[in-house]
Structure formats: C-alpha cells, structure tokens
C-alpha cells in the first residue's frame, strides 16, 4: 500500500471512532436532559418525545458526518452558452431574460352578477332573482 492510501485509511478509522465517541455522547447526553425534564415534573410522554427528537436529530447529523445545511445551496441559473457563441446571442438571451410580462387578460364567464333591478349578488347560473323576482 502506498502511503496516501494508508492515510486514507487512518483519517477513516479516526472519522468513525469519533463518530462512535459522538454517538455514545449523545446517548448520555439526552439520558441527563431527559432526567432533567422528570424531575422539572413534565409529563413523561413530553420528556421523552422531547429527547427523542433531539436524539434522532443531532444522531442523524452525527452518523452522516455532513454539516447542519449541506444539502440546501443555492443554485443558479445561467444561461448555457457554447464558448464559440457570439455577443448576440448573450444579448438575445437577456433581452428574454427582461421580458415584461403581460398579465392583462378577461376571464370568459364571470362568476357572479349583479341583479339590475334589487342590486343583491347572485351567482352566474341564477335565472331568477330570489330578491325581486327579475328575470335573467
């Protein structure tokens, strides 16, 4: 074995004991808070749903070695452009990019309507006025 593989194998050990340390740290840990939470007189479901979930949650932070945020990054989006693109293109691409949006549109039936006669608010489909007796 060459030496860069042995320190792999070393650095590898040492993550893992010291996972172990931290497993078995935990463990008392959440026995002493969970004493704790007993003799402050919470209910016994409480206390231990309460450590439960700090248990599960620091062990799981734990046993996957990976810090608290890892797995959210921020992604971007950038456009994909070949290297042999022109200027034109980039400048094509932002000016889509800008693009103001039309939100100015009628919906094609409307909902409710206004009786002409009585003013009170009737749904679309009614055919009559339960008010006045005005029909549609």
Do not use: W
Not at 33 to 55: Q, R, W
């Amino acid at each position: 074995m060459s030496k860069t593989e042995t320190n792999n194998l070393n650095a590898n050990k040492k993550k893992k004991v010291s996972r172990i340390v931290l497993f078995l740290f935990l463990i008392l840990v959440c026995y002493f808070l969970f004493s704790f939470f007993m003799d402050l007189g919470s209910h016994f479901i409480v206390a231990f749903l309460t450590v439960l979930f700090i248990f599960l949650f620091l062990s799981g932070l734990i046993l996957k070695g990976k810090a608290l945020f890892s797995r959210f990054k921020i992604r971007t989006i950038s456009p994909k452009i070949n290297s042999k693109s022109s200027d034109r293109k980039k400048e094509e691409y932002y000016d889509f990019k800008r693009q103001q949006i039309n939100l100015d549109f009628d919906y094609t039936k409307k909902i409710i309507r206004k009786c002409p006669n009585c003013g009170i608010v009737l749904p679309s489909f009614a055919k009559k006025c339960p008010n006045c007796g005005y029909e549609f």
